[in-house]
């Protein structure tokens, strides 16, 4: 099977508060991007065509991504980190019953 290229999906650039353009709130904007690609599966022998959601700080002002955040899965996964960050101002963990709301 050939190797197909990444597919761009979603792209979000979202807030916490409207405050985040101050320049003492640097991290208070994240990049979220989902894209569609191809995964290695050892297993398998071979490859499968999946989504991937990537998290980074983003720096509005210099235009530029920071450190990366987290990863999760498809268009839930992107849904629900931008609404949690949106309400909360905190990175998306499955983990936390707090959080669970955001799923939905």
Same mark, same amino acid.
């Given at each position: 099977?050939?190797?197909?290229?990444?597919?761009?999906?979603?792209?979000?650039?979202?807030?916490?508060?409207?405050?985040?353009?101050?320049?003492?709130?640097?991290?208070?904007?994240?990049?979220?991007?989902?894209?569609?690609?191809?995964?290695?599966?050892?297993?398998?022998?071979?490859?499968? *065509?999946?989504?991937?959601?990537?998290?980074?700080? &983003? #720096?509005?002002? @210099?235009? =530029?991504?920071?450190?990366? %955040?987290?990863?999760?899965?498809?268009?839930?996964?992107?849904?629900?980190?931008? *609404?949690?960050?949106?309400?909360?101002?905190?990175? &998306? #963990?499955?983990? @936390?019953? =707090?959080?669970?709301?955001? %799923?939905?």
């Amino acid at each position: 099977m050939t190797p197909q290229p990444d597919k761009r999906v979603w792209k979000s650039f979202v807030w916490h508060e409207d405050d985040c353009q101050s320049p003492s709130l640097p991290a208070k904007c994240i990049f979220v991007s989902t894209i569609e690609r191809d995964y290695d599966i050892m297993a398998a022998g071979g490859t499968i *065509r999946g989504m991937e959601t990537l998290v980074w700080e &983003f #720096d509005w002002k @210099k235009d =530029e991504r920071g450190k990366l %955040l987290g990863q999760g899965g498809g268009l839930d996964d992107h849904h629900a980190i931008c *609404r949690c960050f949106i309400a909360t101002g905190e990175m &998306f #963990d499955e983990n @936390k019953p =707090e959080h669970e709301r955001f %799923l939905r």
